[in-house]
Structure formats: structure tokens, C-alpha cells
């Protein structure tokens, strides 16, 4: 028994080695990336977005504000106080719905991380949270713009208070990293652990039978459910998508799984929860579901 578990310990220390090593760098440059945007950008980036909804008007202005969202630094807890503070100053709510929405699905990290998965899913990845940005922005001016109705409800959010009040950018620049390790370093190693039990308890076949491209329009719904109890972290998951990827999982499915994924995090779905209200929260969670399966399917047939 005691040489059985020595085994199983090596397979699985050996397959966690190699996913660690292929995607260590990424997670690193991810982070720094992250706290660089933070650090010298975020203020910029901001100013821009309150700019842009003042002056654009129409598909211009959503593609602007999904653009913004996507470089914005901030998560979930930190971008909806940003969009509460933008409302207050005038921001239209369609123009806030696009810039949120792009944000919830990717930042600077991220895309960093997202690089392991090679460059097409890379833009699969930027192209699908852009127009979903888009996409969500046009159907809040659509429905409530458009009828001088609300979609959002900010009365809870103060602005924003930020932590990087030290005078001296590179201090600022050392903390942001260190806070980046401190949070997604457990979900990282996470996640590399379950892709070693995954590569060596889940025969690959049984993945490509129920997330390939023969299992199409099945497999993409198959992978944007299990989005939802999966998506915990953008890091942890990238080892799991690559393992799952090289079983058998199609794009199209992976394109689904990144939708759904950080779109309906457990964490994300509470502070949207309060700003939306049950109503406009089951059409968000509509949306989302609707548009990954479009968006895996499209890229399943592009592939």
C-alpha cells in the first residue's frame, strides 16, 4: 500500500512540475503587469473612461468603455464602487454596463495568463470580452436607456478608497505585487494540482468525448455550466484549461468556459447581486449564458 501511494505521489509531483514550469513565467509577468497598471495607469485609465462616456455618444462610446474595462486593473469589488462613482457623475448607464462588464471578464493579468493557451485563444479571449462589453451596453440602452429606466442601483457604494497612498511609486509598485502573490498564489497552486490529479485520473478520452468539437453544441454547454462551481480564480484555472485542452476539450468549449467562468464567480455574482436586484440579476445571468454558448459555438465553426 505504502509503495502504491509513493507512486502516485511521484506521477502526480511529476505532472504538477510540468505545469508548473510551463506556466510559471506567465503567472509572474501577469502580476507584474497587473500592479504596473495599477500602480502608473489606473488613475489615467479612469480619468479616460469618465471622458469618453461625457463625450462619445453611441457604438463608439460602448466600444471605448468595453475597451477601458478590459485594461482596468480592478476586480469585481473594486471596479463596481469605480462605476458607482462614474454614475454619480453622470455616466449613462449603458456606457457603465459595457465598461463593467469587460472588466468582470478580463484585465491585464489575466490576458498575461491567458497567453499559456496559445495566441488563438489569447484573442479569442480579448475579442470575446470586448464585445461582450459591447454587447451588454447595448442591450442596457436598449431596455432601460432608451426608457428612462434604471439597470443599476449604486446607493450602497461609496467611492472608491485606494490603498496606494504611499508617495513613492516603486514602494507602491513592491506592495501591489505583494498583495497580487498574496491572493492568487493558493488559487495558482490550486489549480496546478487538480490539472496533475486531472491528467493522471481523467483518461483524455472521456474529455474529448464530452467537450470536443464531436460533441459540439453539447460539449460548449457542458463547459460553460461547469464555469459556474469551477471559476475561482483567473490563474488557478489556466493549468486546468491547458490540461483539459491538451484531452481533447475544443476551443469552443474553452471560449465558453472563459465567459462563464469569471462572469458568474461566486464572489463576483454577490456584489452583483446588490447593485442589480433579482430581476436585473437573473437577465445579467441570462446574458452571459446565452452569449458564451454563441461565442463557443462561432468559435468551434471558425476553428
Not at 446607493?155 to 498583495?179: H, M, Y
Request: hydrophobic share 55%.
Amino acid at each position: 500500500m505504502l509503495d502504491i501511494l509513493q507512486r502516485e505521489a511521484i506521477y502526480l509531483w511529476y505532472y504538477a512540475d510540468l505545469q508548473f514550469r510551463q506556466i510559471f513565467w506567465y503567472w509572474v509577468l501577469g502580476m507584474l503587469l497587473g500592479s504596473a497598471v495599477s500602480v502608473f495607469a489606473k488613475g489615467w485609465i479612469h480619468d479616460a473612461a469618465v471622458k469618453a462616456g461625457q463625450r462619445m455618444p453611441g457604438w463608439l462610446g460602448l466600444a471605448t468603455a468595453s475597451a477601458l474595462g478590459i485594461v482596468s486593473p480592478l476586480c469585481m469589488y473594486g471596479t463596481i464602487p469605480v462605476c458607482a462613482a462614474f454614475s454619480r457623475k453622470g455616466l449613462r448607464e449603458d456606457f457603465l454596463a459595457a465598461f463593467m462588464m469587460s472588466s468582470i471578464l478580463l484585465n491585464p493579468q489575466l490576458i498575461v495568463y491567458s497567453a499559456a493557451l496559445g495566441c488563438f485563444l489569447l484573442t479569442v479571449r480579448i475579442a470575446s470580452a470586448f464585445l461582450c462589453g459591447i454587447a451588454a451596453g447595448a442591450l442596457v440602452r436598449l431596455c432601460f436607456t432608451s426608457r428612462n429606466k434604471s439597470y443599476f442601483s449604486f446607493g450602497v457604494f461609496d467611492a472608491p478608497c485606494s490603498r496606494d497612498t504611499d508617495a513613492c511609486l516603486w514602494r507602491r509598485l513592491l506592495f501591489n505585487f505583494g498583495r497580487n502573490l498574496k491572493a492568487t498564489a493558493p488559487w495558482f497552486l490550486l489549480g496546478i494540482l487538480l490539472s496533475a490529479l486531472f491528467q493522471r485520473y481523467v483518461p483524455a478520452e472521456a474529455m474529448s468525448r464530452l467537450f470536443g468539437k464531436s460533441n459540439e453544441g453539447f460539449g460548449v454547454l457542458m463547459a460553460a455550466t461547469i464555469g459556474v462551481p469551477l471559476y475561482v480564480c483567473g490563474g488557478g484555472t489556466i493549468p486546468l484549461m491547458l490540461q483539459w485542452l491538451a484531452d481533447g476539450m475544443s476551443n469552443g468549449s474553452a471560449a465558453a468556459f472563459m465567459i462563464t467562468g469569471p462572469a458568474t464567480k461566486i464572489t463576483n455574482l454577490g456584489a452583483l447581486k446588490i447593485v442589480l436586484g433579482v430581476k436585473n440579476f437573473a437577465l445579467y445571468l441570462l446574458f452571459v449564458l446565452l452569449f458564451s454558448l454563441l461565442t463557443g459555438i462561432i468559435v468551434n465553426i471558425l476553428d
